[in-house]
């Protein structure tokens, strides 16, 4: 794995929030996601793709 410098990273947007009351109002049967969850299958495919690169 090689890491590359990032070409627009004075535009690149590192962070995003979305005020979601107004979908939550609409879609009242949305599935909701943990954090934790999120952060635990992240994991999960970062390790994956780690073991795709090295074998």
């Not at 996601?33 to 999960?44: G, H, P």
């Not at 970062?46 to 090295?54: T, V, W």
Request: aromatic fraction near 10%.
């Amino acid at each position: 794995m090689e890491l590359v410098p990032n070409p627009v990273a004075h535009a690149y947007q590192y962070f995003t929030c979305a005020d979601m009351t107004a979908l939550d109002s609409v879609l009242t049967d949305r599935p909701a996601t943990s954090v934790a969850f999120v952060e635990a299958r992240a994991t999960e495919l970062f390790e994956a793709f780690l073991r795709n690169a090295h074998g």
